[in-house]
């Protein structure tokens, strides 16, 4: 698995945040992706989560994580889809191929590098879904996993 320090530019994003099972993430991307299409705004990337705790750590309805996709254009927020601008973050990353539920090795490798090389983990994991499950075999889904961090 190859590990990359790497910066992600600055994005607007539309954003829904959760408290519960990860079966709603495909429920709020739709109402993400909804609410992108009926403003008349452009999505500039691929969806994303940003998980604020785990399955290992609390029971799944007290899971609670963030999915959005950044898009370009002016709007308000509504509803459940809130706007927010994410500033340039120094990231390590890695591409992680293969089911969903394999995602938390790949976090786990990023964690355990950080660790041994210096750097310091400033914020909760993000998974970057590059590859559309409706299209693509579990096998071969493509998801970005980074951790924002700085150098000690």
């Known amino acids: 698995m190859e590990i990359v320090e790497k910066k992600l530019g600055k994005r607007q994003v539309a954003y829904v945040t959760y408290k519960g099972s990860y079966e709603e993430v495909p429920v709020l991307m739709g109402e993400i992706v909804g609410f992108i299409m009926a403003k008349g705004l452009s999505i500039m990337g691929p969806p994303f989560g940003v998980y604020f705790n785990s399955p ?80 693509t075999p579990e096998s071969e889904l493509l998801t970005e996993m980074c951790f924002p961090v700085m150098k000690k």
């Open 56 to 135: 290992q750590e609390v029971p799944v309805e007290e899971i609670m994580y963030e999915v959005g996709m950044p898009f370009e254009g002016e709007t308000d927020e509504d509803g459940r889809v809130k706007i927010k601008i994410i500033p340039e973050q120094l990231v390590l990353s890695t591409v992680y191929k293969g089911p969903y539920s394999g995602c938390g090795m790949a976090i786990g490798a990023l964690a355990e590098y950080a660790y041994k090389n210096g750097y310091e983990i400033i914020g909760p994991p993000m998974e970057t879904y590059i590859s559309d499950p409706n299209e």
